[in-house]
């Protein structure tokens, strides 16, 4: 395995694979918004979230005790094992597929470790970070570092693999999942945050270079780095026909079914349009993205990379009557259909006006079934379209795709 070369503060991921960049089928009002400083809660509250699009706040964590105390290239890791404790244990995923985290049970497998565990094996791996960039120049490489002696236990010798996703530090409807309620004396929220009723707050740890899978939540959600560096790529709700999320009466219905690292286009034919419909942000130490529920969203977490994030539950979820579900429903449906036919009767116009602007026979037949096959791939949305795939998910958390 190689092993990246530890980077330099606040540069995070420079690669040119990993910079921001927005999807040519994107629309202008569906893009992220850009703060170089925090709103007002009362201009986030009247202009920003109920606008439901992801909003990029720059250095919103810049000074605070969390960014200061937890950074683990200024000896945040002492610092949180002292913080936490050493009998405090918490729930980690283990990956059988590498550094890609899915939600399918038959590649991941929920662990309880002691927090000092984890935080030993994150010294060793930033230790064998340092010592190889030391010899890079003489060696060329770096090799895989030595686990502590915490870490050498068979069950835990891929330690690369474990990743701390969604540690509770509060929970307002399980109190007694709150592993690293200590840890929320160094956190302060967000001054546009101020008042929100928070469902919960997470801890976010990763020991190296991590992918989530791509999914949605059903909490508006404010994710703040805090030490590192993460890439987040989006999709609106209204891409899910490229996404092909998980059958709603599935206890994943969240995710989507497309691999991340090899998407099937066979058998999902219409994600090759993925990335047009997306856009990636970049989140370096202190910065914080506004991701609103319903909207997918996909993650790479740079080596050593921590972050908490805020959920919550969104006035339109708030005041929705279960009573009134149907009729919600309802009106949803027929608003989608009018959409659609909308959509039809613009191509019907659109291929008119090309052919009374002289297009060629040949020409013309290739427009119509450039338009008949885009048309079909975005309006058959349907979930089936891998025959036998079987929802063995895991009912708990998020992020993971087929069940964070």
């Known amino acids: 395995v190689t092993q990246k070369k530890k980077l330099p503060d606040g540069q995070g991921m420079q690669a040119e694979e990993d910079a921001e960049f927005v999807g040519a089928r994107v629309e202008a009002g569906l893009r992220a918004a850009r703060f170089s400083s925090p709103p007002s809660s009362e201009e986030f509250a009247a202009s920003i979230e109920p606008k439901n699009v992801p909003a990029v706040f720059r250095g919103v964590l810049n000074g605070s005790a969390a960014s200061s105390r937890w950074d683990p290239l200024h000896g945040g890791l002492d610092y949180l094992l002292e913080k936490v404790g050493p009998d405090v244990a918490v729930e980690a995923m283990m990956s059988s597929t590498g550094h890609v985290f899915y939600g399918d049970l038959r590649s991941h497998e929920r662990v309880s470790i002691p ?159 993925m990335k047009e419909y997306s856009e990636r942000v970049v989140l370096n130490c202190g910065d914080a993205l506004f991701i609103p529920e319903g909207w997918y969203h996909q993650v790479d977490s740079d080596d050593l990379t921590i972050a908490i994030n805020f959920w919550w539950k969104s006035r339109i979820m708030t005041e929705m009557l279960e009573h009134m579900d149907a009729y919600y429903l309802r009106r949803i449906l027929r608003r989608l259909v009018d959409t659609e036919m909308d959509k039809i009767a613009q191509k019907n116009s659109f291929s008119h006006a090309q052919e009374n602007n002289g297009f060629q026979p040949t020409d013309k037949a290739l427009r119509r079934s450039e338009q008949f096959n885009l048309h079909n791939e975005v309006k058959s949305h349907d979930t089936s379209d891998k025959k036998g795939a079987t929802d063995t998910s895991d009912k708990k958390g998020y992020i993971f795709q087929p069940k964070h």
């Open 115 to 273: 927090f000092s565990t984890f935080m030993h094996s994150c010294k060793s791996y930033l230790g064998g970070l340092n010592a190889a960039d030391d010899s890079s120049k003489d060696k060329g490489i770096g090799e895989e570092p030595t686990c502590s002696e915490e870490m050498c236990s068979a069950s835990l010798e891929n330690s690369e693999q474990l990743y701390l996703a969604q540690v509770s530090i509060l929970n307002t409807e399980n109190k007694e999942r709150c592993s690293l309620e200590v840890l929320k004396e160094d956190i302060q929220e967000p001054i546009f945050l101020k008042g929100r009723p928070f469902s919960s707050i997470n801890f976010w740890m990763s020991r190296a270079h991590m992918r989530s899978s791509t999914h949605y939540d059903p909490h508006h959600n404010l994710l703040c780095v805090v030490a590192g560096c993460k890439k987040v790529t989006l999709w609106s709700p209204s891409a899910s026909p490229f996404l092909y999320p998980m059958p709603v009466y599935g206890e994943a219905s969240n995710h989507s079914c497309v691999s991340i690292e090899e998407p099937d286009y066979s058998s999902y034919t219409r994600a090759k349009y």
